[in-house]
Antibody, heavy 119, light 108 residues
Framework: QVQLVQSGPEVKKPGASVKVSCKPS????????INWVRHAPGQGLEWMGV????????TYGQKFQGRVTMTRDTSTGTVYMEIYSLRSQDTAVYYC????????????WGQGTTVTVSS | SDELTQPPSVSVSPGQTARITCSGD??????VYWYQKKAGQAPVMVIY???KRPSGIPERLSGSKTGTTVTLTISGVQAEDEADYYC???????????FGGGTKLTVL
């Protein structure tokens, strides 16, 4: 069974950085794109960006350009998403989600990682 | 404009049919996906490429498209269908995905 397993909850202070991981099991990560989507309290789903199967290209939503970096370790199959200069508005649940080259659909989702930004 | 518009809420009684719409200028040329999101759980894809249903999704969930509007129809609504539903497509350039604002389905 295909699964994406994310790292545990994080609590950070404003201005800090956080790095969330997403490890696939049951399939080879190099075959798929990995998207990151967040869900802030009381808000809708928000796409942050996507990294390609080989990990040599990532594209980010305009809102996140310059503040988010997505990487992948092809030796372990783990994908990472790092956010810099955290602010309270970044408090959210962050999800990784599997995508494909020819469509923007996301068919398998991680369980989510709660990131809380508070002083 | 690059927006997907959904009604904030839809309410139906058990056994009735719920219809959730999603409108956007780019929809005629882009596929639409629907996700079910329950509190404390990850989203689940329930419809892909406008009308297709992933394995394991009940047949009473269906998708349709007419011009700039897509509709998620849930026939014979059950209590377990109560959730937030999000449509998703691509922006007008096709270079990034876009989510609708979400619709809260309440089963009365």
């Amino acid at each position: 069974q295909v699964q994406l397993v994310q790292s545990g909850p994080e609590v950070k202070k404003p201005g800090a950085s956080v790095k969330v991981s997403c490890k696939p099991s049951g399939h080879t990560v190099t075959n798929y794109y990995i998207n990151w989507v967040r869900h802030a309290p009381g808000q809708g789903l928000e796409w942050m960006g996507v990294i390609n199967p080989s990990g040599d290209f990532a594209t980010y939503g305009q809102k996140f350009q310059g503040r988010v970096t997505m990487t992948r370790d092809t030796s372990t199959g783990t994908v990472y998403m790092e956010i810099y200069s955290l602010r309270s508005q970044d408090t959210a649940v962050y999800y990784c989600a599997r995508g494909e080259a020819d469509s923007w659909g996301m068919d398998v989702w991680g369980q989510g990682t709660t990131v809380t930004v508070s002083s | 404009s690059d927006e997907l518009t959904q009604p904030p809420s839809v309410s139906v009684s058990p056994g009735q049919t719920a219809r959730i719409t999603c409108s956007g200028d780019a929809l005629p040329k882009e596929y639409v996906y629907w996700y079910q999101k329950k509190a404390g759980q990850a989203p689940v894809m329930v419809i892909y490429k406008d009308t297709k249903r992933p394995s394991g999704i009940p047949e009473r969930l269906s998708g349709s498209k007419t011009g700039t509007t897509v509709t998620l129809t849930i026939s014979g609504v059950q209590a377990e269908d109560e959730a937030d539903y999000y449509c998703q497509s691509a922006d007008s350039s096709g270079t990034s995905p876009l989510f609708g604002g979400g619709t809260k389905l309440t089963v009365l």
